[in-house]
């Protein structure tokens, strides 16, 4: 099993940069495909980006591409998610997710929250204006 605990969430102003973490436990991470996810209340949990489990490979949301750079260390058991250019629309509560599936998928099966098997407990993010 795989369990995941975001940090890095805050309150900062919009332009401003803000770099969360997805701090994972179990000796599989380094097999996990790793992705975030963002969610505001009354609305469906919204694809972010995702990086394959070497970190050779990644897909963005065309919201934040440019401004959003996901990475990860393997060594640390850790995928990151950083996020320059803020914008008050990019409020959210943003989650880590991992998908165990071992070979690299098309966008479409990444951008669906159903792909995932493991999830984190999300961190607050709020960009003001």
């Known amino acids: 099993q795989v369990q995941l605990v975001e940090s890095g969430g805050g309150l900062v102003q919009a332009g401003g940069s803000l770099r969360l973490s997805c701090a994972a436990s179990?000796?599989?991470?380094?097999?996990?495909?790793m992705g975030w996810f963002r969610q505001v209340p009354g609305k469906e949990r919204e694809f972010v980006s995702v990086?394959?489990?070497?970190?050779?490979?990644?897909y963005y949301a065309d919201s934040v591409k440019g401004r959003f750079t996901i990475s990860r260390d393997n060594a640390k058991n850790t995928v990151y998610l950083l996020m320059n250019s803020l914008k008050p629309e990019d409020t959210a509560v943003y989650y880590c997710?991992?998908?165990?599936?071992?070979?690299?998928?098309?966008?479409?099966?990444?951008?669906?929250?159903?792909?995932?098997?493991?999830w984190g407990q999300g961190t607050q993010v709020t960009v003001s204006s």
């Open positions: 997710a991992g998908d165990s599936f071992p070979l690299w998928r098309q966008y479409s099966y990444y951008s669906s929250h159903t792909s995932y098997e493991y």
């Open positions: 179990g000796r599989t991470f380094s097999s996990v495909h």
């Open positions: 990086i394959n489990r070497s970190g050779g490979s990644t």
